[in-house]
């Protein structure tokens, strides 16, 4: 379960203030692998970084009772100076799991080769979004935040991580930010509209994506 509680979040735009999460008050039920829906600029990922906990409210609280993801594949947060190992090491640490293991998945996992053991600094944007996706699957959670992180990689790595990811929401769920209604279906039962500073759940989720399709037209 996530619950958002008077939640509000405003940006200054142009010199004035742009409200993209409007005084939220809703319950996310558990279980549900829930497709977040919505125009560009309605909000999405502001949405997913509060629930994340990387980005902070104007106002209000996200409740929940189980273990949440950073967004998948988010590379922000590496230290530029630390190797990929090190760094897999660190959150290995922070969230409390088997440091040796979760290198050897990761490493497996991203196919950076050699890279994996020198600086961030040095990496792509892609070997660092394959260490980052990898460094999300190998640790469990019970909800997975994804912002189309599917499409990371070439073709074979793109069907890799989309098996890995099928695997995980065997047993957790998660709230998918995606412009692709076929990954939608795939990987979600439910969904949720995001306009104008307000969401709308629903259990059907091919009602969600006609509702969402409507909007953007």
């Known amino acids: 379960m996530i619950r958002f509680q008077n939640l509000t979040k405003s940006f200054r735009v142009n010199g004035e203030r742009k409200v993209v999460i409007d005084n939220l008050t809703a319950t996310l039920p558990a279980g549900k692998s829930l497709a977040l829906l919505g125009r560009n600029g309605a909000g999405k990922t502001t949405l997913l970084k509060i629930i994340a906990g990387t980005m902070i409210p104007d106002s209000g609280d996200v ?71 990898g460094t999300s699957m190998g640790i469990r959670f019970d909800t997975y935040l994804v912002d189309e992180v599917t499409a990371v990689g070439d073709a074979q790595f793109r069907r890799k991580s989309r098996a890995v990811f099928k695997e995980r929401m065997q047993q957790s769920s998660a709230i998918m930010v995606s412009h692709q209604m076929g990954d939608v279906r795939q990987f979600c039962n439910a969904g949720i509209v995001l306009e104008k500073g307000r969401l709308q759940y629903f259990d059907d989720l091919e009602k969600a994506i006609s509702v969402h399709q409507d909007i953007m037209k």
């Open 63 to 133: 409740i929940s009772d189980g273990t949440i993801s950073w967004p998948v594949g988010f590379a922000g947060s590496f230290h530029p100076e630390l190797t990929g190992a090190q760094n897999v090491r660190f959150i290995g640490r922070i969230y409390g799991v088997d440091t040796d293991s979760l290198i050897g998945f990761v490493e497996d996992f991203a196919e950076i080769g050699k890279h994996f053991n020198m600086p961030v600094r040095s990496y792509s944007a892609g070997m660092k979004s394959r260490l980052a996706f």
